[in-house]
């Protein structure tokens, strides 16, 4: 379900307060250890509904995860192989984490957007695909969408590794890339990690009508560095919208190591359309961060302010240009094959050389 639902629903409350969930993660080696994980994550979801109220501007309605906090990093850290993370580790969306989820939704009333790593035999046999998901207050997965930009270090299948495929079966329009599902929340849409690095994933999302866009997870040193905060308020003011970034806390490499490690470093945060901080974490331990979202104040500004003006002069027939002469990188490149780590460095490569030699990016002395 996405941008093109039939019946568009009505505001639910003038505000609302969304949060952004920073827990203690493990790195998943089997089934057993994704069952510790959903358990600290439905207890945080508890822990963070008996305290965020003390925000005030309404009632809770939207609970976010980051990317990872179901199934951890270990496939990653230990180039786990692709069949093994499939049999062992790789969920299905809906399953029965999906279910305990579901169970939370219902319990308070509120949508639920999280990430795990899944199979979906139907689209490819023997791949896993890192998905976004959200769910809503009734319990029903209303929206799934898929990492379409993936980083070195990561053995899943991305859409453009299997262009073909992927056409085949969802179709080429923007939404079978950046879907966006209406509610009474606001139009709501989801951005995970190495995607979030391209400001061109939340121009798409705000095509579509995103209004909230959660963006999950990003690792060190990009947030000591002070990458994580001000792409955070970029992407919001750049596109009139709220930027809701969960990020991890405590990280364990696998349930076995007693000492944690911050991968991830946390300062979790919520982003109005201004691009102004509305709370934030100053911290990496676990916990929970509440902010107040309004729509209405949203759309107003949108649609009246002179900075919500400015999206009316995009300029799209001058710059479409940048994307016809950028050299593209190349579609179906795991159609026939797993991920290989090597293979894909060979092609970022090979993009380094034909920006050189496309005059477009200067070779060093």
């Given at each position: 379900?996405?941008?093109?639902?039939?019946?568009?629903?009505?505001?639910?409350?003038?505000?609302?307060?969304?949060?952004?969930?920073?827990?203690?993660?493990?790195?998943?080696?089997?089934?057993?250890?994704?069952?510790?994980?959903?358990?600290?994550?439905?207890?945080?979801?508890?822990?963070?509904?008996?305290?965020?109220?003390?925000?005030?501007?309404?009632?809770?309605?939207?609970?976010?995860?980051?990317?990872?906090?179901?199934?951890?990093?270990?496939?990653?850290?230990?180039?786990?192989?692709?069949?093994?993370?499939?049999?062992?580790?790789?969920?299905?969306?809906?399953?029965e984490?999906?279910?305990?989820?579901?169970?939370?939704?219902?319990?308070?009333?509120?949508?639920?957007?999280?990430?795990?790593?899944?199979?979906?035999p139907?689209?490819?046999?023997?791949?896993?695909?890192?998905?976004?998901?959200?769910?809503?207050?009734?319990?029903?997965?209303?929206?799934?969408?898929?990492?379409?930009?993936?980083?070195?270090?990561?053995?899943?299948?991305?859409?453009?590794?299997?262009?073909?495929?992927?056409?085949?079966?969802?179709?080429?329009?923007?939404?079978?890339?950046?879907?966006?599902?209406?509610?009474?929340?606001?139009?709501?849409?989801?951005?995970?990690?190495?995607?979030t690095?391209?400001?061109?994933?939340f121009?798409?999302?705000?095509?579509?009508g995103?209004?909230?866009?959660?963006?999950?997870t990003?690792?060190?040193?990009?947030?000591?560095?002070?990458?994580?905060e001000?792409?955070?308020?970029?992407?919001?003011?750049?596109?009139?919208?709220?930027?809701?970034?969960?990020?991890?806390?405590?990280?364990?490499?696998?349930?076995?190591i007693?000492?944690?490690?911050?991968?991830?470093?946390?300062?979790?945060?919520?982003?109005?359309?201004?691009?102004?901080?509305?709370?934030?974490?100053?911290?990496?331990?676990?916990?929970?961060?509440?902010?107040?979202?309004?729509?209405?104040?949203?759309?107003?500004?949108?649609?009246e302010?002179p900075?919500?003006?400015?999206?009316?002069q995009?300029r799209?027939?001058?710059?479409?240009?940048?994307?016809?002469?950028?050299?593209?990188?190349?579609k179906?490149?795991?159609?026939?094959?797993?991920?290989?780590?090597?293979?894909?460095?060979?092609?970022?490569?090979?993009?380094?050389g034909?920006?050189?030699?496309?005059?477009?990016?200067?070779?060093?002395?």
């Amino acid at each position: 379900m996405g941008h093109s639902e039939k019946v568009k629903p009505g505001l639910s409350c003038d505000s609302y307060i969304a949060v952004t969930l920073q827990p203690r993660v493990y790195g998943c080696r089997n089934k057993e250890d994704v069952r510790r994980n959903m358990d600290n994550q439905l207890r945080l979801i508890d822990d963070a509904m008996y305290t965020s109220w003390l925000m005030g501007g309404g009632p809770v309605k939207l609970v976010t995860l980051p990317e990872g906090s179901i199934q951890g990093m270990w496939d990653e850290m230990s180039h786990m192989d692709q069949a093994v993370y499939c049999s062992d580790v790789a969920i299905t969306i809906p399953g029965e984490e999906t279910d305990r989820l579901a169970e939370k939704a219902k319990q308070y009333n509120i949508y639920i957007a999280a990430q795990a790593k899944m199979i979906d035999p139907d689209i490819m046999p023997g791949r896993y695909f890192n998905t976004g998901f959200i769910i809503s207050p009734e319990g029903e997965i209303i929206l799934k969408h898929t990492k379409n930009i993936i980083s070195l270090i990561e053995g899943s299948t991305s859409p453009y590794d299997i262009w073909d495929r992927w056409v085949e079966k969802k179709g080429d329009n923007l939404e079978a890339f950046y879907p966006v599902v209406k509610t009474d929340i606001g139009n709501l849409a989801i951005a995970i990690c190495a995607e979030t690095i391209f400001p061109e994933t939340f121009r798409a999302f705000s095509l579509m009508g995103a209004e909230v866009i959660v963006k999950m997870t990003m690792a060190e040193p990009m947030i000591m560095t002070g990458w994580w905060e001000y792409t955070n308020r970029t992407r919001a003011a750049d596109n009139v919208c709220y930027i809701v970034a969960p990020n991890f806390g405590p990280y364990y490499t696998n349930p076995e190591i007693g000492a944690t490690y911050s991968i991830c470093g946390g300062n979790s945060m919520i982003v109005d359309y201004r691009g102004d901080i509305v709370t934030k974490a100053d911290h990496g331990n676990e916990g929970s961060v509440p902010g107040e979202i309004c729509i209405k104040k949203l759309r107003k500004y949108r649609t009246e302010s002179p900075q919500g003006l400015m999206l009316t002069q995009m300029r799209s027939g001058l710059w479409k240009q940048i994307y016809e002469k950028w050299p593209d990188y190349p579609k179906n490149l795991y159609l026939e094959k797993t991920y290989d780590d090597a293979e894909s460095r060979n092609a970022l490569h090979k993009q380094f050389g034909q920006l050189v030699a496309s005059g477009i990016h200067e070779p060093p002395e």
